[in-house]
């Protein structure tokens, strides 16, 4: 469109807008600058044999071209290669290859540009790769700010070969301007308007002309005329010589009415507008959550008519078809559309208490979605995430209203979530919304925890089938054996890791599981305490140590007590504070609360049963399982570990104390780790899968977002196989054996790391990558799984007055102590926490209790 130039609103000099504080500045853009050219600035094909047409071989890889393709041999982990320099033009850019590998992990482009001129993991970008020696075609969009100098491939993170045909460098060139934000009020829309253009640029809103300087901003207003509870409004600039840049915002006015049609079934009651424009869900006289648009495609609401007033209403146009249903407290949505769509638009009403996308999104009171709390990378944006990373399908919100939440079927959807509502400048409501063309889906509206959508969820859907196991339990026994005979054995003992930087040492864990696996205990002048993610601590009573073992123990609980605040908190200080609100979180405090109780469980220890108690009742005040890794990661960060910690604990408190309260809590807790862990199957390893955290090492790199780290998981089962006893909420059991089967699928079949557990797992590729952890853990899992014991067993009198514990089941039983251990074994019992004494066994050892 012509602009008038007289008309012309000219900003001189730049415009200051207030922001609406620091997290502002942290909100993601879901509207970017289009594309509006792009350019080809170099190609790489290798046809000529012998050159590497410029790239060469850095880190851990050699490089030759051979018939028409560069081949890559990587030689260890992370491999690299470097591009030679290139002449390209400033802003960011486009990389296609082509490439086959049989390697591991995941791609990874890195560049350089003449005004930063190292590598570093900020100007980076990765990409999945397929290990299955078949060449596949990628496309790495670059964000680079500057003029890009120097590439380099990162073609996965171990050893492999890779065979790369073909390499194409664009530059892109994106729209001059962006709509930064938009802020939605009763009466208008603002919009915060950028310029990245080195020129003026002219453009038109609203009838009106404006010109903006290089680097300035301008902050628009757009009356809202409309009266309609569901309103769309299409923002749109008009800009000389280019494409027009559109921005939708779907409007929804809480008090305006309509023509509604009215369905009720428990409590909940849902207003659809007759026009299918949007509908209201209501709890008694509560708006908790509208559904904002109905569905909508490219910004556009269809024109729907309602064609049935059945129990099901049915509305179709436009060539989109609409069903919902609301039964048993429950809506119902079932979406066709001829083209893509996004649909239901579930927006949670009021302040934010809780909000959760499995898989991506932990969010506690007044957090913000896509926030660069846990990562600082770009990788921060996850408002619409690969659905691969997605464990369970729920977005869910809590608020001061009430709760709201989606479920679906269909996992290859792409899933929608802002909270706040940055797509429609809506402070006060929090968005979820599935996009595709056939979309089913469930939403409920309640009074409710979070734990109680994710309870929701999870029983709409079932647990999914376990996994196949990798192996029969005698070749099991075997491939663990191997891994301790094998890569981990040294001088001294084992490694903690397979690596050679894990030093060797005579841990206590290993020999407890060695001595579990064939019977026999290992011959050692010495133990050193741990050593694997599951403590088993038998082998100190099998090889005449118990009372070292209780100094051991005591010094523990000691310690854990002297860093007790008085109010029962723990608090941390060191780098990874930074991004948490305060200096204390559920999984630091949940951490040492198990190992105050599980001491005072062992040895009836009133101090540590005290400092237990008094921390279960400091943490009630959380409620976001975070903070149990401040080896690497922030205090903030969600944390599978922390879900584990806090499960362990609380069913501890309920075993000393037999306050239901407790098993409450752990009850909600153990519910706090399933959005960690992946509840579908659609990869050969993939079901009972666990991802780590929501976060990302350092806050940069590795970002642990869909990557399962099975370890982690192997703590929440265990956690898991302690309550269980207690609680039929679930089939926790179920989901323990789920998740050992899965960490049995990852460790090593042969080879150097063979029996080991790998740290990561990539589920798009199939592969695994180091360290190459021990497999204790999972082999007290499996015995514990199979009615065996693992580590020490306890039993306690009736009255709390007595307490035993010993290397194999123990009972009390008429005053005696029963302990059915294996004939011929000599062993430890120490009771009332004090007194220890020797036994060769007989098979069945009747001890005098006093």
């Not at 921060?380 to 608020?399: E, F, S, W």
């Not at 002048?525 to 140590?545: C, E, K, S, Y």
């Not at 153990?670 to 390893?685: E, K, T, W």
């Not at 909420?729 to 989901?735: E, G, K």
Request: charged content about 20%; overall charge negative; hydrophobic content about 40%.
């Amino acid at each position: 469109m012509r602009l008038s130039l007289p008309a012309l609103i000219v900003l001189v000099p730049m415009l200051a807008v207030a922001a609406s504080g620091p997290a502002l500045a942290q909100e993601p853009n879901p509207y970017p600058r289009p594309v509006v050219a792009s350019r080809a600035v170099r190609a790489w094909t290798f046809e000529a044999d012998g050159s590497a047409d410029g790239w060469e071989a850095a880190h851990h890889c050699r490089v030759e071209a051979v018939a028409g393709a560069l081949r890559i041999h990587a030689l260890g982990p992370d491999p690299y290669l470097h591009s030679p320099a290139i002449d390209c033009p400033p802003g960011p850019a486009l990389l296609t290859l082509r490439l086959a590998s049989s390697g591991a992990g995941s791609g990874q482009c890195f560049w350089t540009t003449r005004e930063s001129p190292t590598w570093d993991e900020e100007k980076s970008v990765r990409f999945p790769l397929a290990h299955d020696g078949v060449p596949h075609d990628y496309s790495v969009p670059l964000p680079v700010a500057g003029t890009l100098f120097r590439l380099r491939l990162d073609p996965g993170d171990d050893a492999g070969e890779c065979s790369l045909d073909s390499l194409e460098l664009r530059t892109q060139v994106l729209h001059p301007l962006e709509v930064v934000r938009v802020e939605a009020s009763d009466s208008a829309l603002s919009l915060l308007v950028k310029t990245h253009a080195t020129e003026d640029v002219t453009f038109e809103f609203q009838h009106k002309a404006y010109l903006l300087r290089p680097g300035q901003q301008l902050l628009l207003e757009a009356p809202l005329t409309g009266r309609s509870p569901f309103e769309a409004v299409p923002l749109q600039l008009l800009c000389k010589s280019r494409p027009p840049l559109r921005r939708p915002v779907f409007v929804f006015r809480e008090d305006a009415q309509t023509d509604w049609v009215v369905r009720e079934s428990e409590g909940v009651r849902l207003r659809l507008a007759r026009d299918g424009s949007g509908a209201r869900l209501e709890m008694g006289n509560l708006l908790v959550a509208a559904v904002a648009p109905l569905v909508h495609c490219d910004g556009e609401v269809p024109r729907l008519a309602l064609r049935e007033e059945g129990e099901e209403l049915l509305l179709a146009g436009d060539g989109v078809r609409v069903a919902l249903a609301l039964r048993a407290g429950e809506l119902t949505v079932r979406i066709d559309a001829d083209r893509p769509c996004e649909g239901p638009v579930l927006r949670a009403l009021g302040g934010l208490e809780q909000g959760l996308l499995a898989g991506l999104e932990y969010l506690g009171k007044r957090e913000r979605s896509s926030s660069t709390l846990d990562i600082e990378t770009a990788e921060h944006v996850r408002y619409a995430p690969d659905p691969l990373q997605v464990t369970m399908p729920l977005m869910a919100c809590v608020t001061e209203r009430g709760a709201a939440a989606i479920t679906w079927s269909d996992l290859t959807l792409q899933p929608v979530f802002a909270a706040p509502n940055f797509f429609d400048g809506a402070s006060d409501d929090h968005r979820m919304a599935l996009r595709g063309r056939r979309i089913e889906a469930a939403i409920a509206v309640r009074r409710a925890t979070l734990p109680d959508l994710i309870l929701w969820a999870v029983k709409r859907r079932g647990l999914p089938p376990l996994p196949a196991a990798p192996r029969d339990p005698e070749a099991q026994r075997r491939l663990c054996l191997a891994a301790f005979d094998g890569p981990l054995k040294g001088g001294a003992g084992w490694g903690h890791c397979a690596e050679p930087n894990w030093g060797r040492a005579p841990y206590s864990d290993h020999a407890s599981t060695l001595w579990r696996l064939t019977g026999n205990a290992p011959a050692l002048p010495a133990l050193t305490d741990g050593g694997a993610h599951v403590r088993n601590d038998a082998i100190w009573f099998v090889l005449g140590r118990a009372k070292e073992w209780l100094a051991l123990r005591s010094a523990e609980a000691r310690a854990a007590l002297g860093r007790e605040a008085g109010d029962g908190s723990f608090r941390y200080a060191g780098k990874y504070l930074k991004g948490h609100f305060e200096d204390t979180a559920s999984g630091i405090c949940a951490a040492s609360a198990v190992r105050l109780l599980e001491f005072a469980r062992l040895t009836g220890d009133a101090d540590a049963r005290a400092g237990g108690l008094r921390s279960l009742e400091f943490m009630k005040r959380f409620r976001t399982p975070r903070g149990a890794q401040t080896w690497e990661l922030s205090l903030h960060t969600p944390d599978l570990l922390a879900s584990a910690h806090l499960t362990a604990a609380y069913v501890l408190g309920y075993e000393l104390t037999g306050a239901a309260e407790h098993l409450e809590r752990a009850r909600a807790w153990a519910l706090s780790g399933l959005p960690f862990v992946y509840l579908r199957s659609d990869r050969p390893v993939m079901a009972y899968a666990t991802v780590p955290v929501y976060g990302a090492t350092n806050w940069t790199a590795p970002n642990w977002i869909g990557t399962p780290v099975q370890w982690c998981g192997s703590v929440y089962a265990k956690a898991l196989l302690s309550l269980a006893p207690h609680d039929t909420t679930l089939d926790w059991r179920r989901i323990a054996e789920g998740i050992t089967l899965a960490g049995e699928q990852m460790q090593y079949p042969e080879g150097p790391r063979v029996g080991c557990l790998p740290d990561v797992y990539f589920l798009p590729t199939q592969s695994r990558a180091g360290p190459s952890i021990n497999p204790c853990a999972l082999v007290s899992l499996r015995l514990a799984l199979a009615g065996q014991p693992a580590g020490l067993s306890v039993a306690v009198s009736a009255d709390g007055a007595h307490r035993v514990v010993a290397p194999f089941p123990v009972e009390l039983r008429d005053g005696s102590v029963v302990v059915h251990a294996r004939k011929g074994v000599a062993y430890q019992v120490l009771i009332d926490g004090g007194r220890v004494v020797d036994v060769d066994s007989q098979g069945e050892d009747a001890l005098p209790l006093r």
